[in-house]
């Protein structure tokens, strides 16, 4: 039997005071979840689609009529600010409400032309139970673009969230639960790393999804693997934000300053190297240091205008973000400002410039609020910079001449590039990458296609 523990916690972030504990779930609950599970999916996938659509649609309403109970538990829980919690909630929401009214579109048979005669149909038909494992720094968004489709698939879900998210994931099942979805269909659970491996390894979960580091989401893919399983993951990112050349230096400083401190910086695609053209370089920098120095800490409820920051998602987070930093300029980059840990999980935003290709962070992820600033002086060796990583999530390049932006763009080894924004983001956009960032997509119609039964049906003329 697995013993109970204090792993799962509330433990607030700007504080430091542990609000509440949930004990790790014993081994006897997990063969439980399984086994419900597996009843829940024979319940659920007998229903029509458009059975599936109603509650879907009153789990997005949910979310809208709890906006405010939601945005205080992931304030507490890991910091986010409450502007940037409302977003979160709201797009949550806006996502079960797109794969309600779009699911059926998306898992409609598509007829294909047969040249032997008979008709030949792609069925879109659910898998089985689901386990997906999910990190702290979105807790609802997360969720929600792995368990809408999937529900609206059919498909049942075991949800083990982020250690530090047991207050928000048991909130998303009370949801759920309040909209109507049978028993057994979504089950939150707190389980320990092991039992992580024993469901995915259970012959009643046909596939897993995780959303983490490249360290979990390989341990996760091997498990999966030797099990024959699918799986997708989505892991870490190094994303390349490349500025040719812009007619307003400080406005372009601002929107790269303002993208790479959302959610404070505990983001997979954020803007964490910035490539700029050398004529501008030293004014953009400039402008920068400016804002990390007018920057101050502040309350997750105060954060998020006038310079105003929150925590991290933890101290041990704020404390890896620190080791990094002072690597990195014990190294030879240069700390322009900010920079330093405050008193409990606060770290103070900074911009940080020269760091080489031989200091050991140049190929590391900076998680948290670091703008890290490289010079280059062609195009050819901004796409080359660029390319120089071994993630390979998102990118975006910007130019006053669209053609030249699109050059580079175009050429970006990632799952995503953009041109003249940060990202395109929304229910209806795909997200996910390639290289060690992982496979797979999630949202828009390809978030359907990952965890279906794509069955071919051939019936003779």
């Known amino acids: 039997m697995a013993e109970k523990d204090m792993s799962y916690r509330v433990e607030n972030p700007a504080t430091g005071e542990v609000i509440t504990t949930f004990p790790t779930a014993t081994d006897d609950e997990i063969q439980e979840v399984l086994a419900a599970s597996e009843k829940g999916f024979k319940e659920w996938s007998a229903l029509d689609i458009a059975e599936r659509k109603k509650y879907v649609l009153r789990i997005a309403e949910l979310f809208d009529e709890r906006q405010d109970e939601l945005v205080e538990i992931i304030g507490r829980e890991m910091g986010k600010s409450r502007p940037h919690a409302i977003d979160e909630v709201e797009l949550s929401a806006n996502i079960f409400r797109y794969y309600a009214n779009n699911g059926e579109e998306f898992a409609a048979d598509r007829k294909i032309e047969s040249f032997n005669g008979g008709t030949a149909v792609i069925r879109h038909l659910p898998l089985g139970a689901l386990v997906g494992i999910m990190p702290w720094n979105f807790p609802y968004y997360q969720v929600a673009r792995f368990a809408a489709p999937n529900l609206m698939n059919g498909n049942s879900i075991i949800l083990k969230h982020a250690e530090i998210c047991p207050e928000s994931s048991a909130a998303i099942q009370k949801i759920i639960e309040d909209a109507g979805v049978p028993a057994g269909v979504y089950q939150n659970v707190y389980a320990s790393h092991d039992q992580i491996t024993t469901m995915i390894e259970d012959p009643r979960v046909q596939g897993v999804s995780l959303t983490g580091s490249e360290r979990a989401g390989a341990a996760v893919g091997a498990t999966a693997g030797k099990n024959l399983k699918k799986a997708v993951l989505e892991l870490g990112g190094n994303d390349p934000y490349v500025l040719l050349d812009t007619d307003d230096v400080k406005a372009a400083a601002e929107?790269?300053?303002?993208?790479?401190?959302?959610?404070?910086?505990?983001?997979?695609?954020?803007?964490?190297?910035?490539?700029?053209?050398d004529d501008i370089y030293d004014e953009f920098v400039d402008e920068l240091v400016k804002l990390a120095e007018q920057a101050k800490p502040g309350t997750p409820e105060e954060a998020g205008e006038n310079g105003i920051y929150s925590p991290l998602s933890?101290?041990?987070a704020a404390e890896r973000l620190d080791e990094q930093v002072t690597r990195a300029v014990k190294e030879g980059a240069m700390l322009r400002a900010g920079g330093g840990l405050g008193d409990n999980a606060y770290f103070a935003p900074a911009v940080i410039t020269d760091l080489g290709k031989d200091n050991s962070v140049y190929s590391e992820e900076l998680f948290g609020p670091i703008a890290l600033v490289f010079k280059v002086s062609s195009d050819e060796e901004a796409l080359e910079l660029a390319n120089d990583t071994q993630y390979g999530l998102g990118g975006a390049v910007f130019s006053q001449d669209t053609e030249r932006a699109r050059a580079i763009a175009r050429q970006i080894n990632s799952g995503m590039a953009n041109v003249n924004t940060p990202a395109g983001e929304g229910e209806e956009i795909p997200f996910g990458g390639v290289k060690r960032s992982g496979f797979g997509r999630e949202l828009g119609p390809l978030g359907m296609d990952e965890f279906v039964n794509k069955q071919l049906y051939f019936e003779e003329d």
């Open 255 to 277: 929107l790269a300053w303002e993208t790479r401190i959302y959610n404070m910086g505990q983001v997979c695609n954020g803007n964490k190297r910035m490539i700029v053209m």
């Open 314 to 316: 933890s101290r041990d």
